[in-house]
């Protein structure tokens, strides 16, 4: 009977055949595999991880729910100063309470002093602590089932609370309070606020994986997919962090011209030198800077400012000259000095879009500017270095027709392997009546700025760095430390449109500094010990701004320079100074300016055993967020029960940081029992056909 | 019937072979992970000695330490990158955390099932040693051991001490890849 069967129907049966036999295995070798798999995940490893902070022991799928998030920013600016009020309300959709971890972007020179706990009606004020002890704190609050919220610094404009219980449903609201001084630049005033964060190339492996031609490994793809940033939302159904802005300039004297650079503001003028400021669009989406700029009404522009603060042991300044205009002997003198320009563009994977044409257009302007005169090259760098040329080209119509085209054929993509590019950019050397100058076009989209540090300050030698920052959230922290250890500048370039008026005020700059050698004495002629210690070389339209703090500030103060071949110098008397509300925070900006001054010195190498309990000491006394102090707010009783889970709270999507850790499993077990299966199911097959 | 056989033999040759390609796939994994160290100790000899050389001409990782654990017979060196192409050659250093064997949080990631397979042996007290390039030595303790979200980034924050993070995937039998959690050994220099 069989064997007349026809050979489809029998090659039908056999195939049904071994399907089945395969299926039977399959399920098998799973069950095995899971009961494997179930048993590794419930046993505890090595009976540890009990109350550690460290240990989120949920099942993964529980993550998925994150608290919601709304963010409201009230800035009040007074005299040179802006106190910023930042209050995050999270909220647990959820039906189990969940810890809450939010990674968030602040101006690189806040201040941070104040942290408030709100739990319905209960107000908990947070302290600051060493951040080891900080964590303990909020760990045993946690583990009792007490509300807390911690507060740590990742970088120093890089923060992240994690709030702990966040009941089933309910609301928690988080404020913070910060200080910072104001830009002033080309006789405008600037206020920034970070609403983004870029993501950190080296940080995580996670920008790998994510680009596309990265040839992808076996290794690096598991079922999920390569490693995304999950931690942001995709932007659907309304902002996924949304954001209220307003804020309050109280100048003290009549300001015109308040211009938002990337938002739609409205901006009433409630009484004479009171301007208040705010979105027109309650709830923006959190996902690029927000800058408000403005200048004083004619007349009223400062020349020289001291605002001063009295503390507990002293009395705090911060003072502020602006330089004066450059004359046009001088600038004739200037342009006459020869000048060797090197254009630096970040090609990596993080530019993509907006923000490689923004980079382009502005080397390509900067390549315009170039008279014949200079001599140049074009760098590109993403996880390789390229070089227009080899060396240093003459600035040649023909030249910089190539160069042009070279640049404009640029493509993003890849890491952010930023060292080569800064080692090949500054030679450390510089030929005497030459201005070397090092143009560095980036997002700042690092991880390692330390090593970068050390390696710009190292290699810097006659060469002087500008930093341009591209895109809608550059890493400030990153430009801003990296142009003053290059002794130039930083200019923020945050849309396309924007690219020829701010180029065009950075060449002005680069002409050469205005300042040079800015000491700062009593009348005396004792020293006055300032942060920063150094003042850097001035370029046109920036002014001298250090803080200081002494017995009193009721001597002379003489703020002294090199102006060309000229000495150059002005005296602030007493009678200049200005206090009382215009000048409150300027005790917390003297502690925030000499911290950045001690961990500048331990990037330089400085011992930091030593270092570290100075910085500790003006932390703790100033009551400041820093790299060894957090802020902690601890609920005095207990209103949860039980372990709650970990959510990561979800950014605003502009590619987000946060990243997830790096994958770190091999489909080798999956593709061994697949094999397996295979060859068990071709033994069916010959089985079967002998049977 | 000839037919018959034909088929058959043609399925079961097509079904080995896919059997085999999967096989040897597993296989490669492994032995990439094994034979890279091989070749990394000789790259490491001339690191010691100053030179930065790759391991091997194509190869767009180098060594930064050496890591041992002796109780375990481990003899393992670290690349400076984390990313997916140096893990599948050995363990890497997350770029952006203190440098092995320096102040602060140095972060080692490595695959579950190769390089870091013996983390699930380890327990406290246990003692790690690391070489770093410059000639640095350091042994570290193991502090404690546990399980975070991958999306948990804390465990990459800079400590205010010099530690040692390890962090391979969780569970370690997982037979499909890419799992959601991480399994973390903390350790704390102890010399």
């Given amino acids: ?691 | 019937m000839r037919q018959r056989l034909l088929w058959r033999l043609a399925l079961a040759a097509a079904l080995a072979a896919a059997g085999l390609s999967q096989i040897a796939s597993a296989a490669w994994i492994h032995a990439k992970a094994i034979l890279a160290q091989r070749l990394i100790a000789s790259a490491w000899q001339d690191a010691r000695h100053g030179a930065s050389r790759r391991p091997w001409p194509w190869a767009d990782m180098r060594p930064i330490a050496r890591m041992q654990v002796r109780s375990r017979g481990i003899d393992l060196y670290v690349f400076d990158s984390a990313s997916p192409r140096a893990l599948a050659f050995g363990p890497g250093h997350v770029t952006g955390t203190a440098l092995p064997a320096s102040w602060g949080n140095s972060v080692i990631v490595a695959h579950r099932d190769t390089h870091f397979a013996f983390l699930r042996t380890l327990a406290a007290n246990d003692e790690i040693e690391v070489e770093s390039r410059d000639g640095g030595h350091a042994i570290y303790r193991v502090r404690e051991v546990a399980i975070v979200h991958k999306e948990d980034t804390r465990v990459l924050d800079d400590a205010d001490s010099a530690q040692l993070t390890l962090i391979t995937c969780y569970p370690f039998d997982a037979i499909r890849p890419g799992t959601a959690l991480r399994y973390t050994v903390v350790a704390a220099r102890i010399a």
């Fill in chain 1, 1 to 691: 009977m069989q064997k007349r069967k026809s050979g489809v129907v029998d090659f039908l049966e056999l195939g049904a055949n071994a399907f089945v036999s395969g299926l039977v295995a399959a399920i098998a070798l799973s069950v095995i595999a899971l009961a494997l798999s179930t048993s590794a995940r419930a046993a505890t490893p090595n009976g540890q991880q009990t109350g550690s902070l460290l240990v989120r022991t949920a099942d993964s799928a529980d993550y998925n729910v994150a608290p919601k998030l709304e963010t409201e920013v009230a800035i009040r600016v007074t005299g040179m100063v802006a106190r910023t009020r930042l209050t995050q309300f999270f909220e647990n959709p959820a039906d189990d309470p969940v810890e809450g971890v939010y990674v968030f972007p602040l101006p690189e020179s806040a201040a941070i002093d104040h942290l408030w706990l709100r739990v319905g009606d209960r107000v908990i004020e947070g302290r600051i602590q060493e951040k080891e002890e900080a964590r303990r704190a909020y760990a045993e609050a946690k583990r009792q089932g007490r509300k807390a919220a911690l507060m740590e610094q990742q970088r120093p404009n890089l923060f992240t609370n994690a709030i702990a219980h966040i009941g089933a449903k309910e609301r928690v609201q988080v404020t913070i309070e910060y200080q910072q001084a104001l830009v002033y630049d080309g006789g405008r005033y600037r206020l920034r606020f970070p609403l983004a964060v870029t993501p950190r190339y080296v940080a995580s492996a996670a920008d790998v994986t994510a680009i596309p031609d990265v040839p992808k490994t076996d290794e690096a793809l598991g079922d999920d997919g390569p490693v995304v940033n999950p931690a942001y939302g995709d932007g659907c159904g309304g902002p996924t962090n949304a954001v209220d802005i307003a804020v309050v300039i109280d100048s003290g004297v009549p300001i015109d011209g308040v211009v938002s650079s990337y938002h739609d503001i409205q901006v009433e003028k409630e009484s004479g030198n009171r301007t208040v400021v705010y979105l027109t669009k309650a709830q923006e989406e959190a996902d690029h800077d927000f800058e408000l700029t403005w200048s004083v009404s004619a007349g009223g522009a400062p020349q020289a400012a001291l605002f001063t603060e009295k503390g507990k042991d002293a009395e705090y300044g911060l003072v502020m000259v602006m330089p004066p205009q450059a004359t046009p002997a001088d600038l004739k003198a200037i342009t006459a000095i020869p000048r060797e320009m090197i254009l630096v563009i970040d090609t990596s994977g993080s530019m993509t879009g907006d923000s490689i044409t923004q980079a382009k257009a502005a080397v390509i302007q900067a390549l315009d500017a170039l008279t014949p005169r200079d001599r140049f090259n074009v760098l590109e760098f993403n996880s390789v270095t390229r070089t227009f040329s080899k060396v240093t080209l003459d600035a040649s119509a023909d030249n910089v027709a190539r160069a042009k085209q070279w640049v404009a054929s640029l493509e993003a993509n890849g890491g952010t392997e930023m060292a080569p590019a800064l080692m090949f950019a500054l030679d450390g050397g510089g030929t005497p009546g030459v201005l070397r100058q090092v143009i560095f076009m980036t997002d700042g989209g690092v991880g390692n700025e330390e090593a970068l540090f050390r390696l710009i300050a190292a290699r810097l030698g006659g060469s002087r760095l500008f930093t341009v920052g591209i895109g809608s959230a550059p890493n400030g922290h990153f430009m801003t430390r990296a142009a003053e250890l290059g002794r130039g500048t930083y200019t923020y370039i945050g849309d396309v449109r924007e690219v020829g008026e701010k180029m065009t005020r950075l060449f002005a700059k680069l002409q050469a500094p205005v300042l040079q050698d800015v000491s700062i004495r009593w009348a005396d002629g004792s020293a006055v010990e300032t942060f920063p210690p150094l003042v850097p070389d001035l370029y046109l339209g920036e002014p001298i701004v250090v803080t200081a703090a002494a017995s009193d500030f009721s001597r002379t103060l003489i703020v002294s320079g090199t102006r060309g071949n000229q000495p150059w110098s002005v005296a602030l008397t007493p009678a200049m100074k200005s206090d009382g509300e215009d000048a409150s925070g300027v005790g917390a900006l003297w502690a925030r300016a000499k911290i950045a001054s001690l961990m500048d010195r331990i990037t330089r190498g400085g011992d930091t055993a030593a270092l570290r309990p100075a910085v500790l000491k003006v932390a703790l006394d100033h009551h400041l967020v820093s790299p060894y102090t957090s802020l902690v707010a601890v609920d005095v009783t207990p209103t949860a029960t039980g372990d709650a889970k970990i959510a990561l709270v979800k950014a605003s999507l502009p590619r987000g940081y946060v990243g997830a850790l790096p994958q770190t499993d091999t489909p080798a077990a999956l593709q061994l029992l697949l094999g397996m299966l295979a060859l068990g199911c071709a033994l069916v097959v010959l089985r079967v056909g002998r049977a």
